[in-house]
């Protein structure tokens, strides 16, 4: 009980300190000291739209980290952006997109404009030779996302999709607990990623709802599920031999539901595709087919949704919110399966539970059905290991990286500003930076690559095309 309750307050004060960071200051160790060399001047960061996601994706971050400041913003309305500007104590207020990009004392962008944007405003970024935190999705379609990371090649900027959740140590302790229960003669057998807001929490008007500006749900947050899914099929990817197995994966199925709007004020909102038919996806659950260790491939499914309700009530009409918790669950032929609960936001509390069965529960000596509990706030004892190394293929940290109260978003600053260092001041190529090996050996530890923005909007594109809908635009 009383761990419990010291649990509790740890998380609490953590999840406080992730909001209300310290000021950034530079440590020793990151130079600076007397003989050492001076550490580079902070990147300097500008934002595209007065967005609600800013704040806790990078304005918050940049305030702990010495190598990174936000240094401007712009809207589509400058007084917009003026009173953003002064309650995120930004210094300075572009008039419009177009002419943050072009400022020289800007060097890296943040997009985090509606999906139907990221692809024409990346590319002028890329253009303007600035690096570029990219939102996710990437882009509204496969085609628009190869031709942002192949302009980012040409001309040599870091661009990176911005699935903050890879970038905590919670996820690479859950790749090290999946390849731990993994064997050739206990392969994976299934992967279910589900995440679904609860409630109404986007208004209809929201961007979510609009096809034209990339709306839907399997573009919002069915994007985490498909890369989740894809992530956990890499832990164990090395127990079989198939090159580029990720080309090879297909939607079976996917049953949509479809966005009405209920509310007049929304009824004008572009909800109908361009044939004036359903657009946007309120939910989405379909089932993808991975090649796997055996000759067949597997059934994985995606189950996501904007709102979740339990019921209405009768003759008031409420809608009663439901809460699931974003969910990775993967299970063995043994029957075993290790569940990440709340992969999506990590850093506010998760668990992660093995349930051993089979031979995984024999070899462990446990009863059948036992549960063991991990969790990694930062990372763990087994960092640095050849097993970990093994397990999370796309990266992990060093121990004493990071802090308790880091967040998904801090971790992927963290990461994002290694890599444009490493091309600015380094000299790296982005290609190459792309084909490094990652782990805590590497100068950029976690990180995830182009290739894999592609295929996950090629699934997206499938998704919606199985589902009878149009691909976004
Ligand atoms: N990583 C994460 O955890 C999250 C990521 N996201 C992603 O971030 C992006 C933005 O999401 P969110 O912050 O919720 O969005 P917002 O509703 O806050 O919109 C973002 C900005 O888009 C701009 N914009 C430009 N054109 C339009 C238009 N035609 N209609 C409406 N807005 C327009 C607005 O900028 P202006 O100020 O110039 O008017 C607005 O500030 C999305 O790609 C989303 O997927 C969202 C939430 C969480
Ligand atoms: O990126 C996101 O993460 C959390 C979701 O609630 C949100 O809709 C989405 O844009």
């Given at each position: 009980m009383t761990s419990w309750i010291k649990d509790g307050y740890n998380r609490f004060s953590n999840v406080y300190t992730s909001f209300y960071p310290p000021p950034n200051q530079i440590e020793p160790s990151e130079g600076g000291q007397e003989g050492e060399e001076k550490p580079p001047p902070p990147l300097r960061m500008g934002i595209l739209g007065a967005s609600n996601i800013a704040p806790i994706a990078v304005i918050l971050p940049c305030k702990s980290h010495p190598g990174i400041m936000v240094t401007a913003v712009a809207a589509r309305d400058k007084s917009k952006a003026i009173s953003y500007s002064k309650k995120h104590g930004i210094p300075h207020v572009f008039d419009d997109y177009q002419s943050l990009i072009q400022d020289d004392g800007i060097d890296v962008i943040y997009n985090a404009l509606p999906n139907a944007l990221h692809h024409r405003w990346t590319l002028e970024a890329i253009k303007a030779r600035k690096h570029v935190l990219l939102e996710k999705p990437s882009t509204s379609n496969r085609e628009q996302t190869e031709e942002v990371f192949e302009a980012a090649r040409q001309a040599n900027v870091v661009v990176l999709e911005a699935f903050h959740y890879r970038f905590h140590p919670a996820l690479h302790e859950f790749a090290f607990r999946l390849h731990s229960?993994?064997?050739?003669?206990?392969?994976?057998v299934s992967v279910k990623s589900t995440l679904k807001i609860p409630g109404s929490i986007p208004p209809e008007t929201d961007i979510r709802f609009n096809y034209d500006l990339g709306g839907g749900a399997t573009m919002d947050t069915g994007c985490y599920t498909v890369s989740s899914l894809l992530y956990t099929m890499r832990v164990a990817a090395g127990t079989w031999k198939r090159e580029k197995w990720e080309d090879e994966v297909e939607v079976r199925e996917a049953r949509p539901t479809y966005f009405e709007p209920r509310h007049a004020a929304s009824a004008a909102a572009p909800h109908l595709d361009r044939q004036g038919h359903f657009g946007v996806d309120e939910a989405m659950q379909a089932t993808l087919l991975v090649p796997s260790a055996r000759p067949q491939k597997i059934a994985c499914l995606i189950d996501t949704a904007l709102r979740t309700h339990l019921f209405t009530i009768p003759l008031i009409g409420w809608k009663v919110p439901f809460l699931v918790l974003p969910s990775l669950l993967a299970t063995f032929k043994d029957g075993t399966t290790v569940e990440f609960k709340n992969f999506v936001a990590p850093f506010l509390w998760h668990s992660i539970i093995t349930t051993h069965r089979g031979r995984t529960a024999e070899e462990n000596k446990v009863k059948p059905g036992t549960r063991t509990y991990s969790k990694a706030y930062v990372p763990g004892e087994n960092s640095g290991s050849d097993e970990m190394k093994r397990a999370a293929k796309d990266g992990h940290w060093a121990?004493?990286?990071?802090?308790?109260?880091?967040?998904?978003?801090?971790?992927?600053l963290e990461a994002f500003v290694r890599a444009v260092?490493?091309?600015?001041r380094d000299g790296l190529q982005f290609k190459d930076l792309e084909k490094e090996s990652r782990g805590p050996q590497a100068d950029v530890p976690v990180w995830v690559d182009s290739r894999e923005s592609e295929i996950v909007m090629r699934c997206i594109d499938s998704i919606y095309e199985k589902a009878g809908m149009s691909r976004r635009p």
């Open positions: 229960v993994l064997s050739p003669l206990n392969p994976l121990a004493g990286t990071g802090k308790e109260w880091w967040s998904t978003y801090r971790y992927q260092q490493k091309v600015r």
